[in-house]
């Protein structure tokens, strides 16, 4: 991957300000430094040698293999195949807290990084998902679906999993909606799962808030990297590559 340049600022203060006042700052220099690629060439030894046993610290928490991936996933909207994985890997998750949900949602903010094809190791996932965000369920009525739906258009499209059809317009404005194929029941309800994050009514989706029986583990072991660790080692485990795509869960309306 190619590496982009990095804008560093050097400046000189030429006097500093005391409670005294007798210091004035009388000038003030700037020097743009450009750190790209080229600095590798001629890496410095004494430097190298220093780093080493904090390298190596550092790759032995970081470069366990967790599994791999088929393809390269970023996240972005309206949707995304990585945004797809992580509701779906919620939705994978919640046979182990005893639930059903028939939807899930990750809210594209707290994507912080990129999937690369081949080996997943724990600091990609950790990069992926560095925040202390847990798993969660609510249940939710089909006015209160609807709603969220719309906080997610309007936010132009989060991560939803399988069976969610979401239609847009370009302005922000939900269109239509079905789940498994089915349009959404206003006095239905639906259990949902979520990340604690978005459960608060954070990135616009207030509707969570709205919901009745709540379940929000609190041990770090509910956090999403760890959940998101376990799904890549079941896969691992299976002699299987993770994969995703894109698959119409939120299309924009060509009106």
Known sequence: MRKKPFFGAAF?????????THYQLTGVERTRI?????YDQTPDEAAAKYLEPFRRVNDS??????????????PTRPESDLSNLLADI?????KDYGEK???????????????????????????????????????????????????IAATGGEGVSR????????????????????????????????????LEGNDGMTAFTKG????????????????????FKEKQAKGEVVDAKVEGRIVRSEE
């Open 61 to 74: 928490v970081m470069g366990p293999v967790m599994g791999r991936v088929a393809r390269n996933m970023h």
């Open 34 to 38: 450009i750190i790209d690629s080229r």
């Open 101 to 151: 949900p028939v939807l899930a949602v990750y809210n594209m903010g707290g994507i912080r990084s990129d999937l690369t094809k081949g080996d997943v190791t724990y600091g990609d996932v950790l990069a992926i998902a560095p925040f202390e965000n847990k798993i969660c369920f609510v249940t939710m009525t089909g006015e209160q679906l609807m709603e969220l739906f719309s906080q």
């Open 212 to 231: 009745t029986d709540k379940v929000a583990p609190d041990d770090a072991s509910n956090n999403t990297r760890y959940l998101i660790m376990n799904y």
């Open 12 to 20: 000189a203060t030429l006097a500093m300000l005391s409670c005294n």
């Open 90 to 94: 919620l939705i994978w998750a919640s």
């Open 163 to 198: 069976g969610t059809r979401l239609v847009i317009s370009t302005d922000g404005k939900l269109v239509s909606a079905r789940l498994n194929g089915k349009e959404i029941d206003p006095k239905g309800t639906y259990r949902v799962t979520t990340i604690n994050y978005l």
